[in-house]
């Protein structure tokens, strides 16, 4: 099955209308593999991701106002928790060098359970982006069209789709793939 389907379909923050406590503490036995998986995309070790998870998670049960858009919503507060526990007060830059450092050699259960060794090679290369293409590439990955990553973000959509193209490019040449285009 199509893994973008998977989580669309899967994932019960997808609905429109608001999420209650109750509906909250339900979607995170289901949300939970997809916003961990989401912040490995990010260069989190599993016990980081799982952190922010969590953390996201208990802000939105405390949360007064109703949250009509679940799942970029919790992304994104889970990203934040996440940046906020790992470099607190630094610079992007300084993120960028200290995920690259940490996160080619990450194992963790979830990697080991669920991703074969192609998933393990994109993941490995999609680390080696620059932040921002690595985050708009995590999103798209979590099937959110480019407007959605453009609002999540604070980014204009032609920004959006230029970091997508240039993560793109970049990961077909770290690894080894051609476009297949018929003699004309």
Aim: net charge positive; hydrophobic share 40%.
């Amino acid at each position: 099955m199509d893994r973008r389907a998977d989580d669309t379909a899967a994932a019960p923050g997808a609905r429109k209308r608001p999420v209650s406590a109750a509906e909250a503490g339900y979607s995170y036995q289901e949300d939970q593999p997809y916003l961990i998986r989401f912040l490995l995309r990010h260069g989190a070790t599993f016990p980081e991701a799982e952190d922010a998870v969590h953390s996201a998670f208990v802000e939105l049960m405390r949360s007064r106002q109703p949250v009509q858009r679940p799942r970029p919503w919790l992304r994104t507060v889970a990203l934040r928790a996440f940046l906020r526990q790992t470099v607190p007060e630094q610079p992007e830059n300084d993120l960028t060098d200290r995920l690259a450092e940490t996160s080619a050699d990450w194992h963790t259960p979830l990697h080991a359970a669920e991703l074969n060794e192609q998933q393990r090679r994109v993941l490995t290369a999609l680390l080696q982006l620059p932040f921002k293409q690595r985050s708009v590439m995590a999103w798209h990955l979590d099937g959110f069209s480019t407007t959605e990553i453009a609002e999540a973000m604070g980014l204009e959509n032609a920004a959006v789709l230029q970091n997508l193209s240039r993560a793109r490019r970049t990961l077909k040449q770290q690894l080894g793939i051609t476009d297949r285009r018929r003699p004309q």
